[in-house]
């Protein structure tokens, strides 16, 4: 094994497990299944895979000049090497700032908070159980009425059916009408924090983690 090949798989060795170190996962993927879970680490740290097809394309490019001359497949895998082994530089570079992030600076990048942990609101939420509502990420728009929600994507122009049952003060379930193939539940809960005049907080449960929102009126 050369020289070239050895700092690679050094790299790509380290970057691996760097990943698994600093766990790089939104609450999300605790509501997926076993299928859901499986196509994000494989997209996550399969890096070492997929990265490399682009490479080859852009290597082919500046080598197709050259293709009717001799040694040209060696010349088209010395060219991919090198470029995947800057990329890889790139890639164990910012991992590391993470992992610095996390363990040096004690600031997680992908916090975890259990929704077990959060505690509701005690102020009327009377206006907030029926009406017209706005995620702050523009495009997506909350009907809700006392036995439905409707989750309207602007962007996508679709519209995502849910039964809406309140189980307390500050606490409602939803569950989607049509079956998500990815996710473990179909159903999920949100519990209300903060209301204001203008918006109100919530924390929507995926698995035994939560997502924080900030909905508009």
């Known amino acids: ?7 690679l798989i050094i790299i790509i060795t380290i970057s691996l497990i ?15 299944n076993i299928w859901g879970k499986l196509f994000v680490i494989i997209a996550m740290y399969g890096f070492p895979i997929y990265v490399i097809l682009p490479i080859g394309f852009l290597s082919f490019l500046i080598l197709l000049p050259k293709l009717k001359k001799g040694n040209f497949r060696i010349r088209f895998i010395n060219v ?3 470029i995947y082994l800057v990329v890889s530089f ?3 570079f910012f991992i590391s700032l993470l992992v610095i992030s996390k363990f040096v600076l004690n600031k997680n990048p992908f916090p975890l908070i259990p929704y077990a942990s959060i505690k509701g609101t005690q102020e009327d939420i009377t206006d907030i159980k029926e ?5 702050t990420t523009k495009g997506y728009v909350i009907i809700r ?9 602007e962007i996508k122009k679709d519209t ?9 003060k500050n606490e409602y379930e939803v569950t989607a009408r049509c079956k998500n193939k990815w996710l473990k539940e179909n159903s999920t809960r949100v ?4 209301n204001t005049p203008k918006y109100y907080e919530c924390y929507t449960k995926y698995g035994e983690y939560a997502v924080y929102n900030k909905i508009l009126k």
Not at 1 to 7: A, E, P, T, V, Y
Not at 131 to 135: L, Q
Request: hydrophobic share 50%.
């Open 90 to 92: 790139v890639i164990l």
């Open 18 to 32: 760097e990943l698994i170190v600093i766990k790089p996962l939104t609450p999300v993927f605790y509501n997926f």
């Open 131 to 135: 009406g017209t509502f706005a995620y």
């Open 160 to 168: 995502i059916i849910t039964d809406l049952k309140w189980i307390s």
């Open 80 to 82: 991919i090497r090198r």
């Open 145 to 153: 009425d006392s036995k439905t929600e409707l989750l309207i994507s």
């Open 1 to 7: 094994m050369n020289k070239k090949n050895l700092i």
């Open 191 to 194: 519990i209300i924090t903060n």
